[in-house]
């Protein structure tokens, strides 16, 4: 009998890590190295919101501009967690902590500065009509929210006409839909319907376990987000290339 030893075989090339690297392990080697920001960038990633507003003081006390602290530690703590999340070394609820911590250091430095940041731009989420599932639709505006854009929350529930009348009143970079519910998705398809009758190119960013990437495509504004942390991504894409639904379903969806 052939002596083979088992180790060697079979072992996905990360499998290795996640077993000898905790989540906080792996954070480590993302965070800043500068003594001001890493205390807060780990603040974020562990959601504890005193430590966050601890650590900006201190910073702000070393000479920090409040403002510049929004990118330059808020946003770096929060791309740790991102990255994390991507890779699958944590998962949603630390996702949602951390971005409450967030939210809680940008309140802090805007009062600090007695203005607020500058906003990336508007965005309008919504649940479907008659589903009231809103746990995704949240984690969708706490992650947008968390980098840097202006959210209009309407609520569960939300009746076509109002999602509608929102855009035409906002006018958004875009606008998100969630639904868990099959009997609701196609409420998506009416307000596709009504945008486009109304002349809006706007894209709408469709996600949840009710939709799959095959539906959201049969309508021309329709782009499907696999995950919440989609959502900021595609934001981003809209701010810096236009409201291309062809390029960015090519970024976004799977071929």
């Known amino acids: 009998m052939i002596d083979i030893d088992p180790s060697g075989i079979l072992v996905r090339y ?18 800043p190295k500068d003594s001001t920001i890493y205390p807060v960038a780990k603040a974020i990633f562990e959601g504890e919101e005193d430590d966050v ?8 006390d070393s000479g920090k501009d409040p403002i510049s602290l929004i990118n330059d530690s808020l946003m770096v703590g929060m791309g740790v967690v991102s990255k994390l999340y991507d890779d699958g070394v944590i998962f949603l609820p630390n996702v949602m902590m951390s971005a409450d911590a967030m939210l809680e250091g940008i309140e802090f430095l805007k009062k600090k500065a007695g203005k607020a940041p500058e906003v990336k731009g508007k965005i309008v989420c919504h649940v479907a009509e008659g589903d009231v599932h809103d746990i995704g639709k949240n984690i969708v505006a706490a992650l947008l929210r968390a980098n840097g854009y202006d959210v209009v929350d309407l609520g569960r529930d939300v009746p076509v006409d109002e999602v509608i009348s929102a855009v035409e009143k906002e006018s958004p970079l875009m606008l998100t839909g969630t639904a868990l519910m099959t009997t609701t998705m196609y409420a998506f398809k009416e307000i596709n319907d009504k945008l486009l009758e109304k002349g809006y190119r706007i894209p709408f960013a469709c996600g949840g376990g009710a939709v799959n990437q095959d539906f959201v495509s049969q309508y021309e504004l329709g782009v499907y987000g696999e995950e919440a942390s989609d959502a900021p991504k595609m934001a981003d894409f809209v701010k810096a290339h236009g409201d291309n639904i062809v390029k960015l379903r090519e970024k976004f969806h799977k071929h």
């Open 14 to 31: 990360n499998v290795k890590m996640e077993k000898e690297m905790t989540p906080e392990e792996a954070a480590e080697e993302l965070y």
């Open 53 to 60: 507003v601890e650590g900006l003081q201190k910073a702000i």
